[in-house]
C-alpha cells in the first residue's frame, strides 16, 4: 500500500516528498525530528497513536532551540497527523516521523537568515530491536553535554555519535549498544532510555546524565508506579551497577520495552525476561493498543467509529 506525506503545506504521495541536495539541513545537521508510533488493535480495528501531543510539544521545544519558526500549533500538527494516518490507511503498526528543518538551498553553517520548513510522513513499521532479548554491550562513544548538543530534544545531528555506537555495536555481534556520560556514568541505548533493577528498585539515569527524557520512559515510570506499586529513582548509574543489576531493559517510541539479557557479555540475572521486566511490557502493550481504560487520555485513535445500523 503506497504511503503519503504532508510537504510543503500539503499531502502528497510519499515518493514524491522530495528536497534539494543543496538543502541546508543535510548538510550541517540543522533539524529536530520526533518518532512516533500507532499501535493498531485488530480487535477494534483502529490505530492508536501514542502520545502524540508530548511528541509535538518536544518537536516545537527542539524548534525554538535550533530557531525553526513554524507556522503550526500542537493541534495543527496532531490534526495533520490524524489525517494524514487516514489518508494512508494502514491496518498495522505505524511509525509517524515529523521533520522540521532549516530548509534554504545554501551552503555556510548558522542558524540566522536561513528558511524553515516542515514535514511529515507515514510506514508501516515492526519491532525495532527484532528480538525478544537484547544482547548490549557498553560503547566507546559517548553522548555530548547539555552545552554541545542539547540531548533534552531529538536534534538530527545529535544522531551522528548514536549511529557510530549502534554499528559499532551490532557488527561485534550485539543487538543494541549503551552509552556513557563524558563524567562515565550511564546515559542510554542508541535510541532508547536504560532502567535497572537493583535490590527490588527501579532505577534510570537522571536527565542530568546527558539523556533524553524519553515519552516511553515517561510512560514507564508513570505505570511502574500507578500500575505495579514500584518507584522509580532517578540517579546517575555507575557501569559496574549494569553488571550486577537483577533485571535491565530499554525503552523507546521504536522499541517499547525491550529486555536486556546480556551486556558485555554478562548474563543479566537469569537470562531471560525479568519478571517486573515482564510484567511493565505487558501493560505497557495493552496502554499503547488502547485495551487500558485509565490511559486513554495517552492514545489518540485515527480511524472514525462506525455508526451501527
Not at 527490588?200 to 515519552?215: E, F, H, R
Request: aromatic share 10%.
Amino acid at each position: 500500500m503506497p504511503s503519503y506525506a504532508f510537504f510543503k503545506n500539503q499531502y502528497v504521495p510519499l515518493a514524491e516528498a522530495k528536497i534539494s541536495v543543496m538543502t541546508s539541513a543535510l548538510h550541517y545537521g540543522t533539524a529536530v525530528f520526533e518518532g512516533i508510533r500507532g499501535n493498531w488493535n485488530n480487535e477494534q480495528k483502529q490505530i492508536y497513536l501514542f502520545r502524540l501531543r508530548e511528541h509535538y510539544r518536544r518537536l516545537l521545544n527542539g524548534c525554538q532551540v535550533l530557531r525553526i519558526r513554524l507556522p503550526y500549533t500542537v493541534d495543527d500538527l496532531c490534526r495533520q497527523t490524524v489525517e494524514l494516518a487516514q489518508k494512508c490507511g494502514f491496518e498495522e503498526d505505524i511509525y509517524v516521523r515529523p521533520l522540521a528543518y532549516k530548509s534554504s538551498e545554501a551552503l555556510g553553517v548558522r542558524l540566522h537568515d536561513i528558511a524553515d520548513d516542515y514535514t511529515v510522513f507515514i510506514i508501516p513499521w515492526g519491532r525495532y530491536i527484532d528480538v525478544d532479548t537484547a544482547r548490549c554491550t557498553v560503547s566507546s562513544w559517548q553522548c555530548p553535554t547539555d552545552n554541545s548538543i542539547p540531548p533534552q530534544v531529538k536534534i538530527m545531528g545529535h544522531y551522528a555519535g548514536n549511529a557510530l555506537a549502534k554499528s559499532d555495536a551490532v557488527e561485534s555481534g550485539f543487538d543494541e549498544a549503551i552509552m556513557l556520560s563524558v563524567d562515565g556514568y550511564v546515559a542510554q541505548g542508541s535510541g532508547e532510555n536504560i532502567f535497572l533493577m537493583i535490590a527490588g528498585k527501579l532505577i534510570t539515569p537522571a536527565t542530568y546524565n546527558n539523556i533524553l527524557p524519553g515519552i516511553t520512559r515517561d510512560s514507564v515510570i508513570k505505570l511502574a508506579k500507578n500500575e505495579l506499586g514500584i518507584e522509580t529513582i532517578e540517579r546517575p548509574v555507575d557501569r559496574s551497577e549494569l553488571y550486577l543489576c537483577e533485571e535491565c531493559f530499554l525503552t523507546g517510541t521504536a522499541a517499547h520495552v525491550t529486555p536486556v539479557s546480556e551486556i558485555d557479555h554478562r548474563k543479566i540475572g537469569n537470562g531471560g525476561i525479568g519478571e517486573i521486566t515482564g510484567k511493565l511490557q505487558k501493560v505497557y502493550a495493552e496502554v499503547i493498543r488502547g485495551d487500558n481504560p485509565k490511559y486513554l487520555d495517552w492514545c489518540t485513535p485515527v480511524y472514525k467509529k462506525q455508526a451501527i445500523a
